[in-house]
């Protein structure tokens, strides 16, 4: 570690900032080509449908249709994960799901296409469509025509230690039935991708993609191309939060009309395809059960999930097993099982969203704790403090904890929100909840097993006193082009402006593996660090040996070299380039960072949840309740966050701030629903229907830093994107109870679900409990 | 999602508007509620009349005992005139109450006045109407709301025509076949598909609030998940005149159940009582009692039911505090 606090920790005007501002910014969506096709994909109305025809003919008799494609011209199944290949580009005999592609026209312009794509005539044979997930495990009707077990995508039971005993002593027992709706990420920017083959017959696609790497390796898969003919570019991303972390059937629909047209190809989803495309937050129903000691000691926890995964696998195999895998901390608990089944369904394919597979759970988990505090009589700050794992433990499931600041993180909250002085105190219809909970930097596994690096980042200085790095992270609104600069600037003495950071595009950049389980700042900050250390060092030994002193003397700040025993000796830093240049040649440097392979328990599945560290992170919510309405009103949230050590400190505000909000925006406001009545239609896939907070809806969320630097981090830092929304949920629920006497076990908790709930209580005006 | 071409007709004068009109055009004002409608391929008019360029339509005075409001005022010059806040405060509160600050500086009274009434399975795209497999009010013959209904009950949305029809407000339309005034109550009907009386060569003009006689009190009352953007899930204008007696006439007017927005009956016995909290316990029952919600707009029918109840009980008892 670095005593230097010359940009880290610092804050800094993030990278691209002025362009964005401006409106400047090339989104996809902007990238125009000559020539440049548009393209439409037809779509299915029906939830479950066998496809008899497909005839493209009237669509291609349009003036200004210059082609289309059906299922049939992409067969190859693919997937994120390798061991769920079960979707394809277009639907080749099946469409799942009201919205699935069946097909896909390319025209002069997008009124054409939209013309032409209504102009293609689809023979469907209905089917029985199935929108519950256990209506959907009982039933003869297989859904997706690659499933290997029927409806049941994926089922995993794990067990530590004896559950049944634990809770047959245990003292006291909570048992609840808890119910997640599905939501939406809801990113502003649109799904978009354009490709265009060069006269070599390269194939280059810029998508609106988190995970280029991937997407480069599964358009290899299906268009039957070698991958060294495939380019794939990320533009500036208008926000992704999981929504973007696997292929989608546009990319692969322009890159076959491209190659079939020879011209550049673009199509841009609506906000309604951006519903059906969905990949959010799976709904679940959790049972859970705990045990306690008198004392507040979890003495055991058994978890029973069923998980509504839609039609396809997405990220599901994964989802499933962190449904489970990532509740073992930042509590200890004396014996732990799960058991969750994800199914498959006559709808859009859940997947990844923020908190991937992790947030449902917490939910249950920390209601749970909160009933077993009024039961017991304890202080719900005071249950987890006496139940936290401490720093440099390990799981019950065998997972190795490094640093923590969880206490710190109670203690945080439970000073800025005054909760020792005003829980208990607030007048009828207003409470305090907290909640706490933990997360991942990244798996120490890959998606695909391979024995190479996950992240690498290349660093090149020039003689005009400049950085340019080449990194493979995937920018996408969290600020990993920053966070990178910032490292680059701290080790090298430069200003931030003086970096040019060149990322996401598999022909200039080293690979990275995507920015999902919030791994970026951990594993491409390791890379980064270690490639500008690097240079660093070059740099250093060019100065000392001009000035004859040892380059341990020689620091490099603010745009200098200087002497650190001789504070009057300085060398502009363009000079200090040009020096290490003449001895050393090309000042350029490679990173890489590979994950630990020894932090995870040795059984089956034992891996998945393993990361290099873990972040922590409490809240305290404060809500008012409006009896007679049913409205829930949260007025503010304190949200204390463990990121090791923030990088770049605004970057870390605004992750805690983005996770807060989005976390309360779930629990007050949002339901990816679907209308069974109606066909498995989407209730309203449009912003005017799916609800999110506006300004005026969201409250005031104070960001608190906790920092406890982990030995594996860079500088010690640990992820900051997903973990501080976790808990936000289970703080809301628990101050509602707090304000009103009432448990809500369903999300979310709007305002009929609300009122019902206090009707049921007998809750009526104010003050009438 | 992008519009169908068509023709624009920017006229110079109302004679022009009228022929253009009387020719088949569809008048376009500020257009936040026409362009999406054309977006979801609705229908698809060949000709659009851009009114912006009639200045006669922002018109705003006093004449006689009455504020005189053009069609084409922005809601949010509406939400901001002193004569509106002066004369008519609730249409002032209702026009601030509409959408979004942007949507604001576009929409027009004009406009508000004549929404589209609003449907869950009505304003969708055309992909998810053809899914649906249409409805009375788009491309089939069937009512998803009320399945044995024969009549469209899509649900009047406008935040303005509750508060207006409350203060007795009157409306004008002229065409090129000469113009006329009706009641604004009278200018709507209870049919989703056509929820006014407007002949389509007619063009709105300008509507008349008249001046209060004597004390009154009022509050226009929009309730919706968010404090933006959303349309009202409920929507009730109150109006309480009052003379030395006490209460000498209690008018409440509520939007959002069907086509055309409901006037509150059986008001009158409350006329001689005190303003207090009592008769706004009573006056709520009433309202609850009349105002049956239905599934047309995405919101559970039964607790917007209820809400009727919740809220009108507060604004009167808020009207009495006053």
Request: hydrophobic share 40%; proline share 6%; charged share 25%.
């Amino acid at each position: 570690m670095t005593g230097s606090t010359w940009q880290i920790g610092k804050t800094h005007r993030r990278v691209g900032a002025y362009d964005r501002m401006r409106g400047v910014s090339r989104y996809t969506a902007d990238l125009k080509l000559p020539g440049m096709l548009h393209a439409k994909i037809v779509r299915s109305p029906h939830a479950h449908a066998r496809i008899v025809d497909v005839d493209l003919e009237g669509a291609l008799a349009l003036p200004g249709v210059v082609a289309a494609i059906s299922g049939r011209d992409l067969p190859t199944p693919y997937g994120i994960i390798p061991w769920t290949h079960d979707e394809n580009a277009l639907a080749v005999d099946k469409a799942l799901h009201v919205g699935d592609g069946v097909a896909c026209v390319a025209a002069e312009d997008e009124a054409t296409a939209i013309e032409a794509a209504a102009a293609v005539r689809v023979q469907y044979d209905p089917l029985p469509a199935l929108f519950d997930p256990e209506e959907a495990l009982a039933s003869d009707v297989r859904i997706n025509p690659y499933a290997k077990k029927g409806n049941l995508t994926k089922e995993v039971e794990l067990a530590f230690g004896d559950v049944d005993a634990a809770l047959a002593g245990a003292d006291l027992v909570i048992e609840g039935e808890y119910r997640f709706a599905g939501t939406t990420h809801a990113a502003l920017e649109p799904h978009c991708a354009l490709a265009d083959v060069d006269g070599d017959g390269v194939l280059t696609v810029w998508s609106t993609t988190q995970v280029p790497h991937y997407l480069h390796r599964e358009l290899a898969r299906v268009l039957e191309l070698p991958a060294r003919r495939i380019r794939v570019v990320q533009p500036p991303l208008g926000g992704g939060f999981g929504g973007k972390s696997e292929p989608f059937d546009l990319e692969f629909c322009v890159s076959k009309l491209a190659l079939v047209t020879g011209r550049p190809v673009r199509l841009l989803y609506t906000r309604e395809e951006v519903f059906y495309a969905h990949r959010g937050r799976h709904p679940m129903t959790m049972l859970h059960r705990a045990g306690f000691r008198r004392d507040g000691t979890i003495l055991g926890v058994d978890a029973r999930s069923t998980l509504d995964g839609g039609a396809y696998s997405s990220f599901g195999l994964v989802t499933t097993y962190y449904s489970g895998q990532l509740l073992s901390a930042p509590y200890a608990l004396g014996a732990y099982r799960f058991a969750s089944r994800r199914a498959y369904t006559n709808k859009p394919a859940c997947g990844p969203k923020r908190g991937h597979g992790s947030v449902q759970p917490r939910f249950a988990m920390e209601v749970q704790l909160d009933k077993a505090a009024v039961a017991l009589d304890l202080d719900p700050i005071e249950l987890r403090r006496r139940n936290a794992l401490e720093a440099d433990s390990r799981t019950i499931n065998e997972l190795r904890i490094g640093s923590s600041g969880f206490l710190d993180c109670l203690a945080a909250v439970e000073r800025a929100s005054g909760w020792k002085e005003r829980r208990g105190r607030l007048p009828f219809g207003r409470g305090l909840g907290v909640a706490g909970s933990t997360y991942i930097s990244g798996t120490n596994y890959p998606i695909y097993p391979n024995e190479m690096p996950q992240s690498a980042v290349q660093v090149t200085l020039d003689r005009s006193g400049r950085a340019r790095i080449f990194s493979g992270a995937s920018e996408i609104g969290q600020g990993s082009d920053t966070m990178v600069a910032a490292i680059v600037s701290e080790e090298l003495g430069l200003a931030l402006e003086d970096i040019r950071v060149l990322s996401a595009d598999t022909d200039l950049c080293p690979v990275d593996l995507g920015a999902y389980s919030s791994r970026i700042t951990l594993m491409v900050g390791n890379a980064c660090l270690s490639a500008a250390r690097a240079l660093r060092r070059v740099v250093t030994e060019a100065v000392a040996r001009a000035w004859e002193v040892p380059a341990r003397r020689i620091a490099l700040v603010d745009r200098v070299a200087l002497d650190l025993e001789e504070p009057g000796r300085v060398m502009p830093i363009d000079e200090a380039f040009q020096r290490a240049e003449a001895e050393h040649g090309l000042l350029t440097a490679v990173g890489d960072y590979r994950s630990p392979t020894d932090r995870h328990g040795d059984y089956r599945g034992g891996a998945i949840g393993a990361s290099p560290a873990y972040s922590f992170t409490a809240h305290v919510a404060e809500v008012e309740v409006d009896v007679e309405t049913g409205e829930v009103h949260v007025e503010r949230v304190w949200c204390a966050h463990d990121c090791g050590r923030a990088l770049s400190r605004r970057l870390v505000e605004g992750q805690i701030e983005g996770s807060t909000y989005m976390g309360v925006a779930e629990a007050v406001f949002e339901h990816h629903e679907l209308d069974v009545a109606h066909g498995g239609l989407h209730a309203g896939p449009s912003l005017l229907d799916y609800r999110l907070p506006t300004f005026l809806d969201t409250p005031a969320i104070d960001a608190l830093i906790v920092e406890a630097p982990d030995p594996r981090g860079p500088y010690g830092a640990k992820e900051a994107g997903e973990g501080p929304l976790h808990s936000s949920i289970p703080a809301v629920a628990n101050a509602i109870y707090d304000a009103v006497g009432v448990r809500l076990d369903a999300l979310p908790f709007d305002p009929p679900r609300v009122l019902a709930a206090l009707r049921e209580r007998g809750v009526r005006r104010e003050g009438a409990r | 999602m992008r519009l169908a071409p068509f023709e624009l007709l920017v006229p110079a004068s109302l004679d022009e508007a009228f022929e253009a009109l009387a020719r088949g055009g569809v008048p376009i004002a500020g257009g936040t509620d026409l362009l999406p409608t054309l977006k979801q391929r609705r229908w698809r008019p060949e000709r659009l009349v851009s009114l912006h360029r009639l200045a006669v339509l922002q018109a705003e005075h006093v004449e006689g005992e009455g504020l005189v409001l053009g069609a084409l005022r922005s809601l949010a010059e509406v939400a901001s005139s002193p004569l509106v806040a002066e004369h008519a405060p609730m249409v002032a509160q209702a026009a601030a109450a509409g959408a979004s600050p942007q949507l604001r500086e576009m929409g027009t009274l004009g406009g508000n006045l004549n929404l589209d009434p609003r449907c869950r399975y009505v304003n969708q795209s055309q992909f998810w109407r053809g899914a649906l497999g249409g409805c009375l009010k788009s491309e089939g013959d069937v009512c998803h709301v009320v399945p044995s209904g024969k009549r469209c009950v899509a649900a009047m949305s406008s935040d303005l025509a509750p508060a207006l029809i409350a203060l007795d407000a009157s409306v004008t339309l002229a065409s090129m076949r000469g113009a006329r005034t009706l009641r604004l109550d009278d200018y709507y009907r209870a049919d989703g598909t056509a929820n006014t009386t407007r002949a389509p060569d007619e063009l709105l003009i300008a509507v008349r609030v008249p001046f209060a006689t004597g004390p009154r009190r009022t509050t226009y009352v929009k309730w919706r998940p968010r404090k933006s953007i959303d349309f009202p899930l409920v929507a009730l204008a109150i109006r309480v005149d009052l003379a030395e007696a006490g209460v000498s006439r209690v008018c409440v007017v509520a939007n959002v159940l069907g086509a055309k927005p409901k006037v509150v009956g059986r008001l009158d016995r409350f006329a001689g009582r005190a303003l207090d909290a009592a008769l706004a316990a009573e006056v709520a029952e009433v309202v609850f009692e009349q105002c049956k919600p239905l599934p047309n707009v995405p919101w559970d029918p039964a607790h917007r039911r209820e809400l009727h109840r919740v809220l009108t009980r507060r604004a009167l008892e808020e009207l009495a505090r006053r």
